[in-house]
Structure formats: C-alpha cells, structure tokens
C-alpha cells in the first residue's frame, strides 16, 4: 500500500475491528456485467428490488417537492412517522425514521454496543446487522440455519449474559422462511429483561396470509422489542433509502441521540408518504410477485432444480450445477445472487421478476440444462 511523500499510514490509526471488517457486496448490476465481463443486456434479479418500479404516486411527490430541495428536510420525520404509526395502530413516539432500514441497525450498534459485548444471530443472515456489531469491536455469536430455517430455539439459548442484541430476520433473507409466533414469543419471553430482540421484516408484506401473524401486537408489553420495516422493497423505493424502526418510545429516544440530523432527505420523505398511501401499486407488487414466484417454481420442477419455498420476493436455488449456476446465469444474461457470497456456497438467490424478467431467467435455465450443464 502507497503511504505517499509523507509516509502517512491510515491503517496505523485506524480501529483494528474496523481494519477487520469486512466491505460490503452488492448484487452487480447490468453495468457491472457490462464492464467486468463485457456481457451487455442483462437483466438483473439480484438485490430483491421491486420490478414494477416505484408507486406512481411516489413519483407525482417527488415532481412537486423538486423545487423546495434547497431546504433541509424535517429532522424529525414527523409526518412520516405520525402516517406509519397511523397505518400500524401506534404512535409517533414508536416509529424512528432511518436512511434505509440498514441505518437503524447501524443506530442500534451505535448506541447500544461496545468492545466485550456480544449479538446473536443466525449463520447465514443479512449480513448489515453482524457489520454494525463488528464496528463497534462487538462479538457476534452465529447461530446455523436448520433446514434453511433459523433455529429461534438455538438462538436463545445462545443469549449469554453479554449479549446485548439477538438479531431475527422474518422473512428470512437469503432464504425466504419466516419465523413462527410460538418461537418467537418464547424467545421474548426468555430475553425479556437482558437484551434486545430486533425482528427486521423487510419483506413482511410478501408473506402469505396463512404464514402471517401480527409482531407489533407485542410492541406494548415487551419495551426490549423492535422491529425494522423498509419502503425499499414492496414500496419500490430502494433508491431513496427510507426504513424504519417500531419500538418502544424508551429505546427510540435513546436511537434517536445517535442518528445523523437530517438523516432522511426531503425527496425520501414525500416520496414514502406518498407510497404509504398507495394501496393500489402495494396490491399489484403483491400480485406480481406471487404470479411471478409460482411461475419460477413450476420451471424450476420442470427441470428438477430444487428450491425453499419463500415468504419473501426471492427464491432461494440450490445449484444443481455444484457451482456454475450463477456463472451460467450470467453468461444468458440473467444477474443472480452467487449464494456463496451470502454464506450458502452451492446456491443461488433469485429475485423475482416480471413477466419478462422471469420469462428470460426460464430461457435461460433451459439453455443451461439442454447444454448438459448439470
Ligand atoms: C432482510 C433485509 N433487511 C434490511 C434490508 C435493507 O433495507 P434498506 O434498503 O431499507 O436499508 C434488506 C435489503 O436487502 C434486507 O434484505
């Protein structure tokens, strides 16, 4: 590494958990492919976004905002929060307003974690809430999956009197499963008073009738819960980066020290309003995701490709390849998630698309099979 004319050395200074760290991986996107492997025309079906695009009324916000960007947004989000409490049955005091869902974690590693603390979570997981921990010098306990399930039983056992954070994930990225209520209320009740359980439901609005049960109903009685929702998935608004957090007024107060002023911009902040309301693009992301699921798992039997069902926009594959499935993808142009870089060597993760999206993925397998790629 170049320390420059001055010999300066950054690494010198730096936190050792931080040199450790690890740097975040994105799914590529269709220009990455372009570039790295000069493949152009991809479709991507990698970073579980919404494929019928942003809520129409989200954009009609943001058009009549654009004039007022040179005034810093409501620090406080207090429309937002007061329209996500409304919709839930809460209060203001419980919803903390983040950039991107992934802000809240890192808020609550902020505040809540040093150096000889620890969190649990399951192994694999989404990867943000054992990046925030690791920041701030915490140990991270990993729990295994059981049959592509987290084991909610194993992970209270796991909770030590360090433990500051159990972290569940419902439904369950990169598989898809969700947690049931009976789990979950024991391992409330078996960390009530010692730590604090943060259930991230970022796909919650996917999930099907029969699996779906109501986490907020336990906000009242259990001030150690929080849950964590986000407009970039079913509300299609990835790119503006809105999350939230749902908890007690106490914890949210003590969030709320460490977040950024102004840490949710004025476009953001309209444009989440807007799609709140939006009941109409929620039902038809809702519709195209689940026609566009079963379509994916009638090809995926049709070629004896072994799959978990999913709760969630995205489909978790087993490589029936032993590896080549997500270069094979690529090379059809379809961007998948390599399950390697998500902690499940041997599969790959599969954003649902639209009709077209998921008509060039079946192309695709269908190629690769023909060819004898497995
Ligand atoms: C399980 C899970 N939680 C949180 C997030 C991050 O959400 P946000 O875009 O609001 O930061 C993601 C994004 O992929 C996710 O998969």
Redesign the pocket.
Known sequence: MSTGTTGFDPRKLARAEVLDLPVYSPGKSPEDVAREYGIRGCVKMA??ENPLGPSPLAMEALARVLDSVHLYPDTACLRLREAIADKLGLGPENVLV??????I?DLLAYAFLEPGDQVVVASP??S?YELAAMTMGAEVIRVPLRDYRQDVEAMAKAVGPRCKVVFL?S???PTGTVVGEGEFTSLLADTAGKCLVVL?E??VEYVEESESWDSLGYLRENPHLLV?R????IYGL?GL???YALCSPGVREILEKVKLPFNVNRLAQEAALAALEDAEHVKRSREMNSRGKRKIYRVLEELGIPYVPSQANFVLVKDPGGGSLFEGLLQHGVIVRDGAALGLPGHVRITVGDDEMNARLEEALKKLSSKGSW
């Open positions: 970073s579980n983040g950039h991107g869902a992934d802000e974690f997981t989404f943000s994930c439904p369950h990225n991230d970022a796909y964590t986000t407009f970039s998935k990835a980066r809105v999350g």
